[in-house]
């Protein structure tokens, strides 16, 4: 399902700031020889993500799914001074290529990149977070909120991606394990009143989500 009109998109597209020269460089080079393109942040995405680490000036920010690295540059934009971010990949080779990514834009210095099953790695991060990021397998993002939240911090924010599933959250019969998990992710974070919350209608949906 084509959630956003094309013509949309390249309409915000002109209006917004442009990505720079390294990030559109690794977009291109992801769509010619990943496996996976899609996979990716776009370049709106990953202007949204940077404007608002940008906004929160984050000192401790916490990625879910590095994949090649891309979102993450965007969200070390907005480090503070000092600041440091952890990102978790399940896929050796993705993370390689995140790892030369990293030193390409020359933030190798911030960020800790973690490699393996986030469900065995959220517990031995002992951090407070002021942003978090979550974009992995989507049957797990119950159990990543629940084991991400008690050390998000008061005031910080959690966003997560693909919150509409290509649509198939909006069909009548929810079917398939990807969409029903994040049909459950979704009614859980409507539920949760310790939150302020918006699911933003911006590529495949992303909910913005902020602990009280």
Not at 90 to 101: E, P, S
Not at 120 to 139: G, H
Not at 180 to 204: G, P, S
Request: hydrophobic fraction near 45%; charged fraction near 25%; proline fraction near 3%.
């Amino acid at each position: 399902m084509e959630l956003i009109h094309p013509q949309a998109e390249a309409y915000a597209a002109r209006y917004s700031s442009e990505t720079d020269v390294l990030l559109t460089a690794i977009l291109r080079e992801t769509a010619e020889q990943h496996p996976q393109p899609h996979m990716v942040s776009g370049a709106l995405q990953g202007k949204f993500l940077e404007i608002i680490s940008l906004l929160l000036r984050p000192t401790r920010v916490l990625e879910i799914g590095t994949m090649v690295g891309y979102s993450t540059i965007c969200l070390a934009k907005g480090l503070a001074e000092g600041g440091m971010l952890h990102t978790i990949e399940l896929r050796d080779k993705d993370a390689a290529l995140a790892r030369t990514n990293f030193e390409r834009a020359g933030i190798s210095h911030q960020v800790q990149l973690h490699t393996g099953n986030a469900l065995d790695i959220l517990p031995q991060l002992r951090e407070e977070w002021d942003l978090v990021f979550l974009d992995a397998d989507k049957v797990s993002y119950t159990q990543y909120y629940e084991l991400v939240k008690p050390r998000l911090k008061s005031g910080g924010v959690l966003l997560a991606d693909n919150v509409l599933f290509h649509g198939e959250v909006l069909t009548d019969e929810i079917r398939g394990k990807n969409a029903k998990a994040i049909q459950a992710f979704n009614e859980m974070i409507a539920a949760d009143q310790e939150v302020d919350k918006i699911l933003v209608t911006l590529r495949d949906g992303l909910f913005l989500i902020r602990k009280k």
